[in-house]
């Protein structure tokens, strides 16, 4: 029976092992050919020289011997070359190629250390251009996965901590329904419907927050008209505030220029502004201002709300921030999640532009933001 036996594959040769024989096998080379064309031509010119003596008029003598004598003192000369120059030229290879291995082995251990889920490892700078610039790009990449990761452990936990609400109360109620302790009633059910509702919303702001900030999330650009934006934002959160809650109030001129954004993401922000001045204010008005500036276009939503305090400005775009005051509200709005804020932030940013917020505490707040003139 005839067995078909697979050979293994020849042993694969490192780099400093290829650099370190390339470098030799030139060195052999060179060294060949300086051996052999000196062996050939330089008892040539010798001859040649004694003869230029004699066409001189100066009497050589033991001619024969002077050249065997020559030819044996130039091959003892040309093998100290070779043996004293081929083991410099090696020596010297052998460390050049280990020098430039080295980071490219720093590297190797590191990815290694970065596939087992270790993200701190950072490459030192090298005085190899290309090495180094490799080195600049890994740590680049470290440093942004690390980010990724932190943000995204960050998110998980306040995530963590954000479900725990509605899911306790879920869970009181069903299992007061279950002990008959609690009687279903339409007022019931429609509880756990609101609290159904905020998960779900939660997780949608969620996803598009950590999308976002990973950078996944698709922008497309064209030019957006302001004024009709703002104006239909306004028409549609007028139809649903109280009769005795704010008044939602439209500053805008219809020649404003157009926008280079992406209208819905625009549109979201948006949403997002004119929600949480709803959830903090009770009584006054809300007004969408927009107004022109070189290059680029502003848009504010103002509110005569509840306002937030100078210490808490600084965390008002923070992932599940609220106001103290706000925590002890419940509020069906796309502000509910707590993170709508950070989305909108996080929006602007994609789009090229910048978002602002000034408030006093009593009085109301002013976020504003601004994005690029479309060309």
């Not at 976002?212 to 139809?239: H, K, N, W």
């Not at 929006?347 to 976020?367: A, C, H, M, R, T």
Request: aromatic share 6%.
């Amino acid at each position: 029976m005839l067995t078909n036996h697979q050979s293994d594959p020849p042993p694969k040769l490192g780099l400093q092992t290829r650099l370190l024989l390339s470098h030799l096998v030139v060195m052999i080379v060179g060294l060949s050919i300086l051996v052999g064309v000196g062996r050939v031509s330089t008892p040539q010119l010798f001859i040649w020289q004694l003869r230029q003596l004699e066409g001189r008029g100066i009497r050589v003598g033991y001619r024969y011997e002077l050249e065997q004598v020559f030819e044996k003192a130039w091959s003892r000369g040309a093998l100290w070359s070779v043996l004293l120059g081929g083991g410099a030229a090696g020596g010297l290879s052998y460390w050049l190629a280990k020098r430039i291995t080295e980071p490219l082995t720093e590297i190797q251990a590191a990815t290694q250390r970065f596939a087992a889920g270790e993200l701190e490892p950072r490459l030192p700078d090298s005085d190899i251009l290309e090495l180094n610039e490799l080195a600049t790009s890994f740590n680049a990449m470290a440093l942004r996965l690390e980010n990724v990761e932190q943000r995204r452990r960050e998110l998980v936990g306040d995530l963590t901590h954000e479900l725990r609400t509605p899911l306790t109360v879920l869970n009181g109620y069903l299992e007061g329904m279950t002990d008959g302790a609690i009687a279903p009633s339409p007022e019931v059910y429609a509880r756990l419907t609101q609290e159904t509702k905020r998960l779900g919303r939660l997780v949608e702001d969620f996803q598009t927050l950590s999308k976002a900030e990973a950078g996944y999330l698709p922008i497309q650009t064209a030019a957006v008209a302001v004024e009709p934006l703002l104006r239909s934002l306004r028409d549609r959160f007028a139809d649903q505030l109280l009769e005795d809650g704010p008044e939602l109030k439209l500053d805008c001129p219809p020649d404003l220029p157009s926008l280079r954004a992406d209208k819905a993401r625009l549109e979201q922000i948006l949403v997002n502004l004119i929600g949480n001045a709803i959830r903090y204010t009770t009584q006054g008005s809300i007004t969408l201002r927009a107004w022109a500036e070189p290059g680029r276009v502003w848009m504010a939503v103002l509110d005569t709300g509840q306002g937030i305090a100078e210490a808490e400005l600084a965390k008002v775009f923070e992932r599940f921030w609220r106001s103290d005051k706000a925590r002890t509200r419940d509020s069906g709005g796309v502000a509910g999640s707590g993170i709508g804020l950070a989305i909108a932030r996080r929006l602007v940013e994609l789009q090229g532009g910048e978002i602002q917020v000034s408030s006093q505490l009593g009085q109301g707040s002013e976020f504003r933001f601004w994005l690029p003139i479309s060309a």
